[in-house]
């Protein structure tokens, strides 16, 4: 629980204490706080791994750890956590972005404070940044389609992220917890040995889990990236 809250605080006090949003800005940090409380729970399953696989045998631990390395040989928790890190760093290319256009923005109040012929000249037109009634400064995406491009670059990434987890995931690491039980031949321990996995079902429904939470991201930005190119690109 300690390591869910330490996750969770960081993403909620950046999504409430930013001074620049643009379209679906919480739709993608509301995405980031369901995925570490998802993942925070696949992983419980996954804790004693080791001990939750069994062979026949004389009780050898070392003929054990051979059948299981050679079962559980793509990593499972360590690339999930590190395509979390990817995730999570597909959201920051945006918010970078969206700091750089802010900074550009009070760089031009100032020079109109400054100069207010300038400022007619130069701002009326380009401006990508306005702000709300709250105050809260807003990416208005309808005037620049280098933007756009950006904002839809910062999604791609993400899609391309997310599927390549649902790979790994049906791909690599479902594969390994079929129902069994597994037979086993080392070069240490030539006897053939029958291993089992225990609470395997538990262990899938984690992955399926994050398979399906991903599965949602990535139906979500392919829509997200549709309303982008038709509504800001097309002007529809």
Request: aromatic content about 10%.
């Given at each position: 629980?300690?390591?869910?809250?330490?996750?969770?605080?960081p993403?909620?006090r950046?999504?409430?204490?930013a001074?620049?949003?643009?379209?679906g800005?919480s739709?993608?940090?509301?995405?980031?706080?369901?995925?570490?409380?998802i993942?925070?729970?696949a992983?419980?399953p996954?804790h004693?791994?080791?001990?939750?696989?069994s062979?026949?045998?004389?009780?050898?631990?070392?003929?054990?750890?051979?059948?299981?390395?050679?079962?559980?040989h793509?990593?499972?928790?360590?690339?999930?956590?590190?395509?979390?890190?990817?995730?999570?760093?597909?959201?920051?290319v945006?918010?970078?972005?969206?700091a750089?256009?802010?900074?550009?923005a009070?760089k031009?109040?100032?020079?109109?404070k400054?100069d207010?012929?300038?400022?007619?000249?130069?701002?009326e037109?380009?401006?990508?940044?306005?702000?709300?009634?709250?105050?809260?400064?807003?990416?208005d995406?309808?005037?620049?389609r280098?933007?756009?491009?950006?904002?839809?670059?910062?999604?791609t990434?993400?899609?391309?992220?997310?599927?390549?987890?649902?790979?790994?995931?049906?791909g690599?690491?479902l594969?390994?917890?079929?129902?069994?039980?597994?037979n086993?031949?080392?070069?240490?321990?030539?006897?053939?040995?029958?291993?089992?996995?225990?609470?395997?079902?538990?262990?899938?429904?984690?992955i399926?889990?994050l398979?399906?939470?991903?599965?949602?991201?990535?139906?979500?930005?392919?829509l997200?990236?549709?309303?982008?190119?038709?509504?800001?690109?097309?002007h529809?």
């Amino acid at each position: 629980m300690a390591a869910l809250v330490t996750g969770l605080i960081p993403i909620l006090r950046t999504a409430a204490d930013a001074t620049t949003t643009y379209t679906g800005r919480s739709l993608w940090f509301g995405f980031l706080c369901i995925r570490v409380v998802i993942l925070f729970l696949a992983e419980m399953p996954f804790h004693k791994m080791d001990s939750d696989f069994s062979c026949n045998g004389t009780g050898d631990s070392l003929c054990t750890k051979a059948c299981f390395n050679r079962l559980f040989h793509k990593p499972m928790v360590s690339a999930w956590n590190f395509m979390f890190v990817l995730v999570i760093l597909s959201v920051l290319v945006m918010e970078l972005f969206t700091a750089h256009l802010r900074s550009r923005a009070e760089k031009r109040s100032c020079q109109a404070k400054a100069d207010m012929e300038l400022a007619g000249q130069g701002t009326e037109g380009a401006q990508v940044v306005s702000k709300d009634p709250t105050g809260k400064m807003v990416i208005d995406l309808n005037k620049d389609r280098g933007t756009v491009g950006f904002y839809l670059l910062s999604i791609t990434l993400r899609m391309l992220i997310e599927s390549w987890f649902i790979y790994v995931l049906l791909g690599w690491n479902l594969p390994a917890l079929d129902n069994g039980p597994y037979n086993c031949i080392t070069d240490i321990c030539s006897q053939l040995r029958v291993c089992v996995v225990r609470a395997a079902p538990e262990k899938r429904m984690s992955i399926y889990a994050l398979a399906s939470i991903s599965g949602m991201i990535v139906g979500c930005s392919v829509l997200f990236s549709i309303y982008a190119i038709v509504h800001y690109l097309c002007h529809f």
